[in-house]
Nanobody
Framework: EVQLVESGGGLVQPGGSLRLSCAAS????????IGWFRQAPGKARELVAA???????YYVDFVKGRFTISRDNARNTMYLQMNSLKSDDTGVYYC?????????????????WGQGTLVTVSS
């Protein structure tokens, strides 16, 4: 059984930082493209950042320079380092795995999902 488990969410003040983790099991992690999606209150789920099996990264414009995605294949874990957080970054963050080495901006292209972790940016 494939499982993706996110952790690291919480309440942070504007300008602060958080690091999200996503631990994977039940799949050959090295071969998967991985994405972090965000669903803000009342909005659709959207891709924030992604990393291919070849460790190429992709970021949406509104997180470039603030967020960093990385993966540790030896630990079957990927990370999202979030700095200079803004209130607009509030939402539930999901990691997702795609059964190809490449990534996509479309959530339906991903095969497995975590349960999500809530990030709240507020003073």
């Amino acid at each position: 059984e494939v499982q993706l488990v996110e952790s690291g969410g919480g309440l942070v003040q504007p300008g602060g930082s958080l690091r999200l983790s996503c631990a994977a099991s039940g799949l050959t992690f090295d071969n998967y493209g991985i994405g972090w999606f965000r669903q803000a209150p009342g909005k659709a789920r959207e891709l924030v950042a992604a990393i291919t099996a070849g460790v190429n990264t992709y970021y949406v414009d509104f997180v470039k320079g603030r967020f960093t995605i990385s993966r540790d294949n030896a630990r079957n874990t990927m990370y999202l380092q979030m700095n200079s957080l803004k209130s607009d970054d509030t939402g539930v963050y999901y990691c997702a795995a795609r059964n190809t080495g490449i990534v996509s901006t479309k959530q339906y292209d991903y095969d497995y999902w975590g349960q999500g972790t809530l990030v709240t940016v507020s003073s």
